[in-house]
């Protein structure tokens, strides 16, 4: 971890925004200061969840397109859903999916829903756990047990559970 700077990145920010635009109204400055908090806050549970997730081999993305699959009704959805339920760009699915696919735990398999008029793209659906099959629930994910950390929160991670 980086060591902590002299200054608050923040304020310093919403210093150097007042000097190039001063005409503006405090609240302006507020605002921004607000976004960027919110958004560096979001990088760095972002940066935490994927380190958690990085002996697993996935980041926080494909950990959050199996968990849609695991708990979808049929086990699969189009990547067209993915998208919309994580709410990411048609590209980033694919991205996320075929990543997920080179790994081995998803495929793509034909949408038994497609018609003629109206093609649907592919299903995605999570992969049997490729070395010890003991329940059909072999591709659930589950919560590791969480490691206490020494400001009362909790660490966990998730593995597939097989």
């Not at 507020?30 to 994927?50: F, K, N, P, W, Y």
């Amino acid at each position: 971890m980086p060591s902590p700077l002299e200054f608050d990145p923040i304020d310093r920010a919403g210093d150097l925004w007042a000097d190039h635009w001063p005409d503006e109204e405090p609240g302006v400055y507020a605002s921004m200061r607000a976004v960027t908090s919110i958004m560096r806050a979001q990088q760095i549970l972002i940066g935490e969840l994927d380190g958690m997730l990085r002996p697993f081999g996935i980041t926080f993305s494909r950990f959050e397109a199996l968990v849609l699959l695991v708990h979808s009704h049929e086990g699969s959805l189009p990547l067209s859903k993915i998208g919309e339920r994580l709410q990411v760009h048609a590209t980033s699915v694919t991205n996320v999916i075929d990543r997920l696919e080179a790994a081995g735990l998803v495929r793509r398999e034909p949408n038994p829903r497609a018609q003629v008029r109206r093609p649907a793209g592919p299903l995605t659906r999570c992969t049997p756990c490729p070395a010890r099959r003991r329940s059909s629930r072999s591709t659930a994910l589950t919560p590791l047990p969480g490691r206490r950390l020494e400001d009362g929160t909790y660490r966990a991670a998730a593995r597939r559970s097989c």
